[in-house]
């Protein structure tokens, strides 16, 4: 049960400088993550939930999933064929193995990071798992916009994700604000994506895809 003071905080996120095509083409801001950590007082813990990051047609989805520290992902296979989820790169290292179609494979995510995500089989398959210490958070719509619910009174670390943004960049957009009980309607939030390369990846075992895929094996923003 929330806070009987708690309100919605809300806003929107534009994207500028950008090579993405559904950014130039269609105005396409969503995937952007916005968290709120208090300043004062403790920060509740995960609610139990289970998030979901669907494998179909060879694809992750979403593509950015954001979850607090302790949830649990499940990663069920709606494809006809095998799948295999792993992350070896900086974020939680975790790989759930082949697994067939019609089944699922779950992992916990226990610290705060970003989870780049890919399946050993097909190269062209990423996502990523943002994993906050907050519960307040939300991800943007494709018109830029976010509404983070029940956020009580007080005052709060406001914090920006956004996998084609440099970390000075994001950095920059970190700020205090304070949430009445009314809630909070904050000023757009501008993101630069000058700087932005996409990288190659490998398969979890550190080599490179085999030619057969067909896929690309590029993700934006790679580190190892």
């Known amino acids: 049960m929330l806070p009987i003071s708690a309100a919605a905080v809300s806003g929107r996120v534009e994207l500028s400088d950008s090579r993405d095509t559904a950014v130039r083409s269609h105005h396409d801001y969503s995937g952007v993550v916005i968290e709120l950590n208090p300043i004062d007082g403790a920060v509740p813990p995960a609610s139990g939930k289970h998030a979901v990051m669907l494998q179909k047609e060879k694809t992750f989805s979403p593509h950015v999933l954001a979850i607090q520290a302790g949830s649990v992902v499940d990663f069920p296979n709606a494809d006809p064929i095998f799948h295999n989820a792993f992350s070896s790169y900086n974020g939680q290292v975790f790989d759930i193995g082949l697994y067939p179609p019609a089944s699922t494979r779950s992992v916990r995510f226990a610290r705060q990071g970003v989870v780049r995500v890919f399946c050993n089989i097909h190269a062209s398959m990423s996502a990523l798992i943002v994993v906050v210490g907050s519960p307040y958070f ?78 690309q094996a590029t993700y934006p923003g790679a580190k190892r």
């Open 138 to 215: 939300a991800t943007t719509k494709p018109d830029g916009t976010f509404s983070i619910a029940g956020v009580p009174e007080g005052r709060y670390n406001l914090s920006v994700f956004h996998e084609r943004a440099s970390d000075a960049t994001l950095s920059e957009l970190s700020r205090k604000i304070t949430v009445g009980a009314d809630g909070a309607s904050l000023s757009p939030i501008a993101i630069s994506e000058a700087g932005y390369l996409s990288i190659p990846h490998k398969n979890k075992y550190g080599r490179d895809y085999s030619p057969e895929s067909g896929d």
